[in-house]
Every structure is written in structure tokens, then in C-alpha cells.
């Protein structure tokens, strides 16, 4: 047998002990132990664990890193969509290519090659960044398979012009379509006119949906009905739903069964919920944040994802899912190693699967690999273990030599 590159002695989460895995023309073309070929190149990985990559389920690419241009005095969501609002009226289309380009050259590096990126499409934006992204999209083919849901941030009723740009973008290169009820002043006529366009489009939906700490305010039965009316099961999502943290666990269970029932996915965002949450208590102040391992036993497809970076909605963020993974961990307490490992799917194969990707390494599949410096997921998550090296289609996408330390007692140097 003949192979472009052998990956030596890597360890996999559903094989024992380390394997080998042969590249050919794109593709994984075996994984087992010992494997004698003929390869043009080969590395040992010395045990380290190898896997499809991470997939991060949603992110804001064209907002990203705009910290400079904006004040955050309370901390707060409205804040946050306000003074983002200012800003992006200034973008430009090289402004929000370099922008967002740092942020996914840094994703590529922690392991990261499938994305999902919203793009707010409105009159102050116009389709600046939405053309930007796309370059986005193009330039870094190689390394990261990014898909672009055309957003409605602000609203939609009030603007009929936005729902007349989404409809473009989606002509023009959009894969999905997202929209924000919480920020309409009819909710449920933006729910329906979202539905609308994807219906049109034949795209999948991703809201923002019931962004605070009251249950009582919520549009999640207008996202269920309209699912169900549109037939739409299996291609919905909905991000943060942070007033589910705020349930008794009972009447959670309820409500994640009625969105498991209707097909539809959650996405959970740590460090953005964390950060905006629980702004009105000065004790016991809450964290926010759902409990997306807990609504995957009720039957919820769930994923934990990276939202923003360096912006007022999260004034923090280095585009790493390594990172996401173990701050939800800790935030929900979570040690046990079956937990752990479901964490780490969270981040991973089921955020592909969420956005519509079996993401497995296989053979005959795509030589997509991403190798950890750790022993398997649990010891990835505990330890945020950097990834060291990456292919995508079998080509080389990126290498992090591993740190080294010269110690004065056993250096030769």
C-alpha cells in the first residue's frame, strides 16, 4: 500500500491502545497498529490523541476584536447589542476580513476546522461584512469549512429593509439563516418571517433566543410551534436559552423534552452568558448558563461554542474550544469521566453534527486530524491540552512544536 503520510503511534477514541493512520489522495486509507507501507512521509506521535477536530457550532466573526471602539460601563446585554450597533456602522469590508481573519487563524491553531459564523445583515451594516466573510470563507478553505448565517441582530419587523438583505445574502452565498425575537418588537412575526426565508431558501434556522434570567419571558414556543409547522425537525437551532438556567430542575426536564420532541438543538455559550448574566444581583449571583449535558439526557442535541471575541457581548476569547470546554466543565462541576468525555463531544462531533457533519475519522472518510497533546478527551478537557498539528484533506494545515524547557541539570546544551 502506498501513502502520502503515516501518522505514528496516536492514540483514538474508539480504538485500544495507539494506532497508525495512512493518508492517501485525501483520505484516510487505513487505522490500525503497526501498519508497514509505503509512505512519502511519516511522523511519530508518540501516544498523543489524534481526532476529527473541534467544531465550533457559533461564532461571531464580523464583530470580533472591535474592544477599542467601544465603552461597556454596565456589562450588560443591551449594552453590549447598542454599542456593537455604533461600531459596526463603521466596518469595512477590509476591516472585517482582517479582523475576523485573526480570529480564525487563531481557531485553526487550537484545533478548530469546521465553523459556524453569523453575520448581522442590516442598514447599518449593510452587506459589508456579509462580503467580507465570504472572502473569510474562500481564503481559509483550506484549513476550516466555515458556513455564514445571514443574521437579523437588531430585529426585523421594525426594518423592513433587513428582511429584503437576508433575502439577498441567502441568494448570494449564505447557508443559513438566523434571527434575534428577543431584539424584535413582535417576536413572533420575526420567528415566522425567518421561517419564511428558510422555507424560500431551503436553509436550516439558528435563533438567539431567551437571552436572560426569566422564565416567564420567553419565545421558545414560538421557535417549537413554527418548527413543527414547517416541518423543520432536525434543522433547528437555538443559542443561549440562559433563562433555563434559571428553572427548577422538574420544570427544565419539561421543557427539554418539548424541545428535544421538536427536533431542535441548543448551543450553549459559556463565557458570553457568564459574562452578561446575573448583571442586576450583587449576592449569589448566577451563573447563567444552561445545562446543556443535563438537556442531552432529556434528549437534546446540545454542543458548548465560542459566541464572541474581544467585544462587549465577551471582552475575552482566543478562538480556543479546548478552552470553552473546560471552563463549562468547571462552571457545572462536572469530574466524572463519563461527563468529561461528553464535554468534550460537545465541542466536537456533536457541534458537527449539529450543524449537519459526520465528523469521525473512519476509513475511506476525509483525512481531517487533529492531534492533542494529551493521552484521550478527558485528559483534552482537564488539562485545555494544546493541538500540536492539524490536516484537513490530508494536507498539513498547521504545527505547534511542543514547549521546550532547559533545565540546568540535565541540558547538554
Avoid at 509512505?39 to 461564532?59: I, K, L, Q, T, Y
Avoid at 447599518?124 to 466555515?146: C, L, N, Q
Wanted: proline share 5%; charged share 25%.
Amino acid at each position: 500500500m502506498r501513502a502520502d503520510f503515516l501518522l505514528r503511534n496516536v492514540q483514538t477514541a474508539n480504538q485500544p491502545g495507539v494506532i497508525d493512520i495512512a493518508i492517501r489522495d485525501g483520505l484516510i486509507v487505513d487505522m490500525r497498529h503497526d501498519i508497514r507501507c509505503d509512505a512519502v512521509e511519516e511522523e511519530d506521535f508518540g501516544g498523543r490523541f489524534a481526532f476529527a477536530g473541534f467544531a465550533d457550532s457559533h461564532v461571531h466573526l464580523d464583530k470580533a476584536c472591535i474592544l477599542k471602539r467601544c465603552t461597556i460601563c454596565e456589562g450588560t446585554l443591551e449594552e453590549a447589542v447598542r454599542e456593537t450597533a455604533k461600531a459596526k456602522a463603521g466596518f469595512t469590508q477590509e476591516d472585517v476580513f482582517e479582523r475576523a481573519s485573526s480570529v480564525v487563524r487563531q481557531a485553526i491553531m487550537h484545533g478548530t476546522n469546521r465553523m459556524r459564523t453569523f453575520v448581522e445583515i442590516d442598514p447599518r451594516a449593510g452587506m459589508r461584512s456579509f462580503e467580507a466573510i465570504k472572502r473569510v470563507r474562500e481564503h481559509y478553505a483550506y484549513a476550516i469549512d466555515t458556513q455564514i448565517c445571514a443574521f437579523a441582530q437588531e430585529g426585523l419587523t421594525q426594518e423592513p429593509e433587513t428582511e429584503a438583505m437576508l433575502d439577498e445574502a441567502l441568494r448570494t452565498g449564505a447557508d443559513l439563516v438566523g434571527g434575534c425575537p428577543y431584539t424584535d418588537p413582535r417576536p413572533e412575526e420575526h420567528v415566522r418571517r425567518i421561517f419564511d426565508l428558510a422555507r424560500k431558501h431551503d436553509v436550516d434556522v439558528d435563533f438567539h433566543l431567551d437571552f436572560s434570567l426569566n422564565p416567564a419571558k420567553t419565545d421558545l414556543p414560538a421557535v417549537i410551534a413554527a418548527t413543527k409547522a414547517n416541518a423543520y425537525a432536525g434543522r433547528v437551532t437555538i443559542g443561549h436559552v440562559t433563562n433555563l438556567s434559571a428553572l427548577a430542575p422538574e420544570d427544565r426536564s419539561v421543557v427539554a423534552r418539548q424541545i428535544g420532541e421538536a427536533g431542535i438543538a441548543l448551543v450553549v455559550l459559556p463565557a458570553t452568558d457568564l459574562f452578561l448574566m446575573g448583571r442586576g444581583q450583587t449576592t449569589n449571583i448566577p451563573r447563567g448558563i444552561t445545562p446543556a449535558h443535563l438537556l442531552s439526557a432529556d434528549g437534546v442535541r446540545t454542543a458548548v461554542a465560542t459566541n464572541n471575541v474581544l467585544n462587549p457581548f465577551t471582552p475575552f476569547g482566543d478562538g480556543s474550544l479546548g478552552r470553552m470546554a473546560n471552563l463549562y466543565a468547571n462552571l457545572m462541576q462536572l469530574s466524572r469521566d463519563d461527563d468529561v468525555d461528553q464535554v468534550f463531544a460537545m465541542v466536537s462531533s456533536r457541534a458537527a453534527s449539529i450543524m449537519g457533519v459526520d465528523h469521525q475519522l473512519r476509513i475511506g472518510g476525509p483525512a481531517d486530524i487533529v492531534i492533542l497533546d494529551a493521552d484521550d478527551p478527558r485528559h483534552a478537557v482537564r488539562s485545555v491540552a494544546p493541538a500540536i498539528a492539524g490536516w484537513k484533506a490530508g494536507r498539513r494545515t498547521f504545527v505547534r512544536p511542543k514547549p521546550i524547557i532547559f533545565d540546568p541539570a540535565s541540558s547538554r546544551l
